[in-house]
């Protein structure tokens, strides 16, 4: 029972139809458990009872990884190399748009609004949706959250030839925010707004646009 950090990123598990796998130990059933990306506040649910033995006690040798994106834990699953995966449903629903039959599914929704965000600096200029035109916008282009751009401007009424769209890696993205190279990123509410504010950017200059708004 332990968890494997294996490199470096939702909104619910997805189960594979596949049979868990007993292990040596009498009694004791092993499951692989996707985390969407790495060890963050969100992956407390899953590793606080693997800390606490919880798991154990039910006859459950859990290993726990880290991804490096949202599509991850959804192929992992796919492929039946993990049992079960934390992921983006609207990841999920893509992939099996584009597979139709893959054996994954969605079995529990974990967040009552999803995180998805755009994230600015007031300083910047950035108050308002509408504020991003004539702006840079920093996005990695695997980004759950900047996968719901086109529905976002479009809600909210913003051109998006009038928004240059940097496409930046998810460890530069919010150094980039806070050393004013861009105007504004996609990104989590939640670990982006801690991440930037651990990064000397203050709060009062934080603006965060949930796309869920």
Do not use: C
């Not at 490199?7 to 868990?20: H, R």
């Not at 290993?63 to 699953?77: F, G, L, Y």
């Not at 629903?93 to 995180?115: E, H, S, T």
């Not at 991003?132 to 916008?137: A, I, R």
């Amino acid at each position: 029972m332990k968890a494997h950090h294996s490199g470096w990123w939702a909104w619910l598990p997805l189960l594979i139809a596949a049979t868990l796998t007993p292990s040596a130990a009498a009694g004791e059933t092993i499951v692989k458990f996707s985390l969407d990306y790495g060890f963050e506040g969100p992956a407390a649910l899953f590793l606080h009872p693997l800390d606490k033995g919880y798991y154990k006690s039910e006859g459950l040798n859990v290993t726990i990884n880290p991804a490096s994106n949202s599509i991850e834990p959804v192929e992992r699953v796919v492929s039946g190399e993990y049992d079960i995966g934390f992921g983006d449903i609207n990841t999920l629903i893509r992939y099996r748009d584009a597979k139709p039959g893959v054996p994954a599914r969605a079995v529990f929704m974990l967040y009552n609004r999803p995180p998805f965000a755009v994230i600015g600096r007031k300083s910047r200029g950035i108050v308002a949706p509408k504020d991003l035109e004539g702006k840079t916008l920093g996005a990695p282009a695997s980004d759950g959250s900047y996968a719901q751009w086109p529905i976002f401007a479009q809600v909210n009424g913003i051109d998006p030839s009038k928004v240059k769209i940097e496409n930046v890696s998810f460890p530069v993205r919010e150094p980039m925010l806070a050393a004013g190279q861009i105007d504004a990123i996609t990104g989590y509410s939640f670990t982006t707004f801690v991440d930037l504010k651990d990064k000397g950017v203050p709060v009062g200059d934080i603006s965060v646009l949930l796309m869920a708004d």
